[in-house]
């Protein structure tokens, strides 16, 4: 590759890495895809474009998210976040990431931190956000028991679903809308809750299972509101 690469050049040669990296990772071939790093390195450096390092990070953080090492992907997500200044939206994607690992360890206020900081970054992508208030909904009534502030991240996560926009999750948007009618639902607020459980079970996708577990409720919803049924 020349010294001073052009635009195109450095995206030839990202992809041609990237393609080299996936297979190792497919393969579970995981200290082959380790061992590339000093090539993203290189790239990064003689293209003056750190973030191309940190991407490679971010995705061997996936690699062992997916693996459910949550531990060993913060490690690598961190990593990845530290060359990510050139690119704001992913540094939202790095630190949602982080917030998951520690909810799935059982770190709520480490978790929450970074959701705070998902949710100060103005750059990341709007689904990305609505994940980080949907996530941040979920922990407020499971770990504190805080209602008033669960259902307003809640809502504020499903005002911004936007399945128009980058990066939507059918999933995740109507597990916001779960998880809201279910703690309207806990909080005895009834009338709300019967409302959003409806809306679960009109957007389908039974393979979510929120169908199913939406139409359990509102039935003992239904039976509680009438104990003559």
């Known amino acids: 590759m020349a010294k001073n690469p052009t635009r195109r ?25 380790i061992r590339m790093e000093p090539e993203y390195r290189e790239l990064a450096r003689r293209s003056g474009a750190s973030e191309l390092l940190g991407y490679f990070l971010l995705d061997l953080g996936d690699w062992h998210y997916d693996q459910e090492k949550y531990q060993e992907a913060l490690k690598y997500y961190l990593a990845g976040l530290s060359e990510l200044g050139g690119d704001p939206p992913e540094q939202g ?10 909810s799935f360890q059982r770190r709520a206020e ?49 005002d911004l679903f936007d399945s128009k ?7 995740g948007h109507q597990g916001a809308l779960f998880g809201l009618a ?14 959003y459980y409806q809306r679960v079970i009109r957007m389908g996708h039974p393979e979510y299972g929120y169908v199913k577990e939406a139409e359990s409720s509102l039935e003992k919803l239904e039976k509680f509101s009438d104990p003559m049924a």
């Not at 994607?93 to 520690?102: E, G, K, P, R, T």
């Not at 992508?125 to 209602?147: D, I, K, P, S």
């Not at 926009?165 to 999933?171: D, L, V």
């Open 93 to 102: 994607v790095a630190s949602l990431q982080i917030a998951y690992c520690y």
């Open 9 to 33: 050049q450095v995206e030839m040669e990202r992809r041609r890495l990237d393609q080299r990296m996936l297979a190792h990772l497919e393969a579970g071939e995981l200290p082959e895809a």
């Open 182 to 195: 279910l703690t309207l639902d806990e909080a005895r607020l009834t009338t709300h809750a019967r409302s």
């Open 165 to 171: 926009k980058p990066f939507y999750s059918c999933e």
């Open 110 to 158: 480490e978790a929450l931190r970074w959701l705070d900081r998902c949710l100060e970054n103005r750059d990341f992508y709007q689904n990305g956000r609505a994940a980080a208030f949907a996530e941040r909904g979920r922990l407020e009534v499971e770990r504190y028991q805080r209602y008033p502030e669960s259902i307003y991240h809640y809502l504020c996560a499903v």
